[in-house]
Nanobody, 122 residues
Framework: EVQLVESGGGLVQSGGSLRLSCTAS????????IGWFRQAPGKEREGVSC????????YFDGSLKGRFTITSDSAKNTVYLQMTSLKPEDAAAYYC???????????????WGPGTQVTVSS
């Protein structure tokens, strides 16, 4: 059974850092693209970052690249999102998802984790 589970969210002050984890089971992360997405209340879900062996890493919003870093650990079958210099506008529910179709997280995102909440106080 394919599962994705996020962890690492929480409350942080503006300017602080968090590292989110997305642990996969039922498949190997090296075989697919794994993306991070976020959704704030009242807003549409947006892509944050994606990682795969084919493309390496990418950031859907170029302005996040300097503050967010996506990495993976094959031995732990886990993808991480290191977030630094957090801003109140980064507050959202963060989800990871597996793209079973494409290597850049723009394909069919079949499997999703339940999400982890990030709250940033100003």
């Amino acid at each position: 059974e394919v599962q994705l589970v996020e962890s690492g969210g929480g409350l942080v002050q503006s300017g602080g850092s968090l590292r989110l984890s997305c642990t996969a089971s039922g498949f190997f992360i090296d075989d697919y693209a794994i993306g991070w997405f976020r959704q704030a209340p009242g807003k549409e879900r947006e892509g944050v970052s994606c990682i795969s062996r084919r493309i390496g890493s990418k950031y859907f919003d170029g302005s996040l690249k300097g503050r967010f870093t996506i990495t993976s650990d094959s031995a732990k079958n886990t993808v991480y999102l290191q977030m630094t210099s957090l801003k109140p506008e980064d507050a959202a529910a963060y989800y990871c998802a597996e793209d079973v179709e494409r290597s850049d997280c723009t394909g069919t995102l079949t499997y999703w984790g339940p999400g982890t909440q990030v709250t940033v106080s100003s």
